[in-house]
Nanobody
Framework: QVQLVESEGGLVQPGGSLRLSCAAS????????MGWYRQAPGKEREVVAV???????NYANSVKGRFTISRENGKNTVYLQMNSLRPEDTAVYYCNARRLIPSTQYYWGKGTPVTVSS
């Protein structure tokens, strides 16, 4: 069973920074992408950033230029560096992993709360 372990979020002041990490383990087949999603109170879950292990990166327009997703070399561990945080970034952040072999399967972390407030 694939497990995703996320680092703790926290309370950050507007304009501040926070880094989240996520490590995936237990997969018998290669994971080929990992990413971060978030869900704010009363809203649907939305994609924040995704890194395909082939090299491409994708970001939500709302975080471009402020957030950076990266992967630890050769490992199923990803980071989300969040800078210039805004109150509207407040949400529960979920790590996601995807495999394509032998079939497409998505895995989710339990989520970690991030609150941006003064």
């Amino acid at each position: 069973q694939v497990q995703l372990v996320e680092s703790e979020g926290g309370l950050v002041q507007p304009g501040g920074s926070l880094r989240l990490s996520c490590a995936a383990s237990g997969s018998m087949f290669p994971i080929n992408a990992m990413g971060w999603y978030r869900q704010a109170p009363g809203k649907e879950r939305e994609v924040v950033a995704v890194i395909n292990f082939g090299g491409s990166l994708n970001y939500a327009n709302s975080v471009k230029g402020r957030f950076t997703i990266s992967r630890e070399n050769g490992k199923n561990t990803v980071y989300l560096q969040m800078n210039s945080l805004r109150p509207e970034d407040t949400a529960v952040y979920y790590c996601n992993a995807r495999r394509l072999i032998p079939s497409t399967q998505y895995y989710w972390g339990k989520g970690t709360p991030v609150t941006v407030s003064s």
